[in-house]
């Protein structure tokens, strides 16, 4: 009698499965993180927006842009939250951070702008 070989067994198929898990068990925190770096590099880029902004503003009118203006002329990212404070005629200061991650940042500029505990990542 002959046998008909093909297909699989049922331990060649739990054996995939198996590694299938594992990998998907290593990749998902990969991603997660990757995230979290993604929504930070929004941040980071809005806050360089944010200050060449404030800079144009400064060429124009010789002081920086009240904080009352927010950040200047300049579209934030979605998702992203941005603040100028302590805006003065010899600087500036801008936060900013995204929705979804536990991070923010801040650059300050001139004198006269201070931020409270000058924490540059969280």
Do not use: C
Not at 4 to 19: A, P, S
Not at 36 to 58: C, G, H, I, P
Not at 68 to 97: D, E, H, N
């Amino acid at each position: 009698m002959l046998r008909d070989t093909r297909g699989f067994t049922l331990i060649e198929l739990l054996i995939v499965v198996v590694i299938i898990g594992i990998l998907a068990a290593i990749a998902i925190p990969q991603f997660a993180s990757t995230k979290e770096r993604a929504f930070d590099a929004t941040a980071k880029s809005d806050v360089r927006n944010a200050m060449a902004s404030q800079e144009a503003y400064f060429a124009d009118a010789q002081t920086y842009a009240p904080a009352s203006m927010g950040t200047g002329s300049f579209t934030t990212s979605t998702g992203i939250t941005i603040s100028a404070s302590a805006v003065s005629a010899g600087g500036y200061a801008i936060t900013a951070s995204h929705n979804s991650s536990s991070n923010s940042y801040w650059v300050q500029v001139g004198t006269g702008s201070s931020i409270e505990g000058k924490v540059q990542k969280n």
